[in-house]
């Protein structure tokens, strides 16, 4: 089993900058994947960044690189994505996620059916 709680979501205006944060416990942290995650009403949940367990290979979707930046502290269990050059197309409540497949190598997935454990979810709020 493995918990995830997100913080740091909040109100903030196009072009400024947030940074979400996942705490995790309940299994050894540098064991498993992580990823991000994005929703908003009637839309599915749409990927937004993955880092491997051990931070040494990331992962984007289109609509995020060069602004997003994920990483991980392994010693403190937790995970972060920096987020910049924020969009009113960016408002969404964000998710992070645990995949506890061990994977071979330096590897995270961008799908989300590959992810086991989710958080509860942060709301993200962009004006224009």
């Known amino acids: 089993q493995v918990q995830l709680v997100e913080s740091g979501g909040g109100l903030v205006q196009a072009g400024g900058s947030l940074r979400l944060s996942c705490a995790a416990s309940?299994?050894?942290?540098?064991?498993?994947?992580m990823g991000w995650f994005r929703q908003t009403p009637g839309k599915e949940r749409e990927f937004v960044a993955a880092?491997?367990?051990?931070?040494?290979?990331?992962y984007y979707g289109d609509s995020v690189k060069g602004r997003f930046t994920i990483s991980r502290d392994n010693a403190k269990n937790t995970v972060y994505v920096q987020m910049n050059s924020l969009k009113p197309e960016d408002t969404a409540v964000y998710y992070c996620?645990?995949?506890?497949?061990?994977?071979?190598?330096?590897?995270?997935?961008?799908?989300?059916?590959?992810?086991?454990?989710w958080g509860q979810g942060t709301q993200v709020t962009v004006s224009s």
């Open positions: 996620a645990a995949d506890v497949t061990y994977y071979s190598g330096s590897y995270a997935s961008t799908k989300r059916f590959d992810y086991d454990y």
């Open positions: 309940g299994r050894t942290f540098s064991s498993y994947a």
């Open positions: 880092i491997s367990r051990s931070g040494q290979s990331t």
